[in-house]
């Protein structure tokens, strides 16, 4: 990089080779498997618990090392050039665990906590349903009291580690007739009665990435398993989405660095006319183009995390950081490919994998014209 980081300190950088290496070991040998299961293995959360990479910011009291959020970001920067095994890792690490942790009861923090920390049991957040996405206050899921269980009702999609969870935090309406004001967030042990999960969703890219379905059948819910209060569910999901947010940013950057890291290797390897394809001017002039988009990225980025850090992070700005990075990792990737010619499109190739992983940033999360909806409603 031109631009030198400055947030992380040496135990960061030591943290950085644990984590590095634990991937190494554990999930890249694995992915070609994974990819045909279409999900990673249950048994990677405990070796990841075990090599202490699980909820970095969790407190010591509920069993986690009480690290600041770069740990977090590290995490989300040495997974995200491996087919984004990261997505599972920061679903339940940095999503899952933080509603538990700003909105959970004593007692759950207690109970679930720990065994997230340990890796034993895997967290999902489902929101999605088949016909709502982006309008999260149109969800049909309902959860109505009956004495001190709520009987939870309806289905969710597109849910990543939904087919590994053990639970998943569930948004559903306590409230029907209400739209927003009618959200809660419910923890949903997935081996209730009349709980069910489909199988893996077949998907062009994040191979590895589980994402599935959950059903829910007249499941009795106790009422302690409420995060906070009734009907303010999706008042807590919008105060937790700016760092769900610039997680996406913090992936897409790492991912479009690895891209183009890999990319100019192979152009400086590979010959056509007589020279390295590294020496036409087509080339250069795309890696600078490419380079300097990263470094703006970076910057920005590491700006946010700044933000964060200091809990100045607003909105608008994560969405405007999901935004721009996602769709200049889908710049990055696409060039990056093309320098790879022919080579680019064989799926052994790791920018080929990348060019597909890279599509659904755009989309989850929140989709890219959300973020431009919320940016412009800043104006
Ligand atoms: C790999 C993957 C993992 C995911 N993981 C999870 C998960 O763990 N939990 C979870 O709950 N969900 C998850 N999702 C779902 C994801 O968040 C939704 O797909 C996303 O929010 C979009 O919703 P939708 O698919 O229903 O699209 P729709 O909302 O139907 O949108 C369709 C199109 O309409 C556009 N659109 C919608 N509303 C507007 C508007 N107001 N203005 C302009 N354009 C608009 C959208 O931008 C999009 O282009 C995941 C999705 C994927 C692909």
């Keep these: 990089m031109t631009i030198k980081r400055e947030l992380f300190s040496e135990d960061h950088d030591r943290f950085r080779d644990t984590v590095r290496r634990f991937l190494q070991r554990e999930a890249e040998p694995n992915r070609e498997r994974w990819e045909a299961q279409g999900a990673f293995d249950h048994a990677v959360f405990d070796a990841a618990g075990a090599a202490g990479i699980l909820c970095p910011t969790v407190p010591e009291a509920y069993g986690g090392p009480g690290a600041d959020p770069l740990y977090s970001a590290i995490v989300l920067e040495e997974a995200a050039p491996l087919s984004n095994f990261g997505l599972a890792l920061t679903m339940h690490s940095e999503i899952v665990t933080n509603y538990m942790l700003h909105f959970g009861s004593e007692p759950l923090k207690q109970r679930y906590l720990p065994r997230m920390v340990a890796g034993d049991w895997v967290g999902a957040l489902a929101m999605t349903e088949p016909a709502a996405g982006s309008d999260v206050k149109a969800i049909r899921t309902s959860a109505l009291r009956d004495g001190e269980h709520y009987v939870l009702n309806g289905s969710k999609t597109f849910i990543s580690n939904g087919t590994v969870c053990d639970f998943a935090i569930v948004a559903a309406k306590t409230e029907p007739t209400a739209a927003a004001k009618g959200v809660s967030l419910l923890i949903v042990d997935m081996n209730l009665p009349g709980a069910n999960k489909g199988p893996p969703l077949k998907k062009i890219g994040l191979k590895s990435q589980d994402t599935g379905e959950l059903f829910f059948a007249d499941v009795r819910v106790p009422t302690t398993q409420i995060l906070g209060e009734e009907n303010r569910g999706f008042a807590y999901m919008m105060q937790e989405l700016p760092w769900e947010r610039l997680q996406i940013a913090i992936s897409a950057v790492a991912a479009a660095e690895a891209a183009y890291s890999w990319t100019l290797t192979y152009v400086r390897d590979r010959r056509a006319f007589g020279q390295a394809v590294a020496e036409f001017q087509n080339t250069r002039f795309t890696l600078a183009e490419l380079k300097t988009e990263i470094t703006l990225g970076r910057t920005f980025v590491d700006r946010c995390l700044g933000l964060m850090l200091r809990g100045e992070l607003d909105a608008t700005t994560a ?13 990055v990737v696409d060039a990056c490919l093309q320098l790879h010619g ?18 659904a940033q755009r989309i989850y999360g929140g989709t890219n014209e959300i973020m431009k909806e919320l940016i412009a409603r800043d104006l």
């Design 319 to 331: 969405s405007m950081a999901k935004y721009w990075c996602s769709e200049m990792q889908g710049r």
């Design 342 to 359: 022919g080579y680019g499109f064989m799926a052994e190739y790791p920018i080929a994998r990348a060019y597909v992983d890279a599509r």
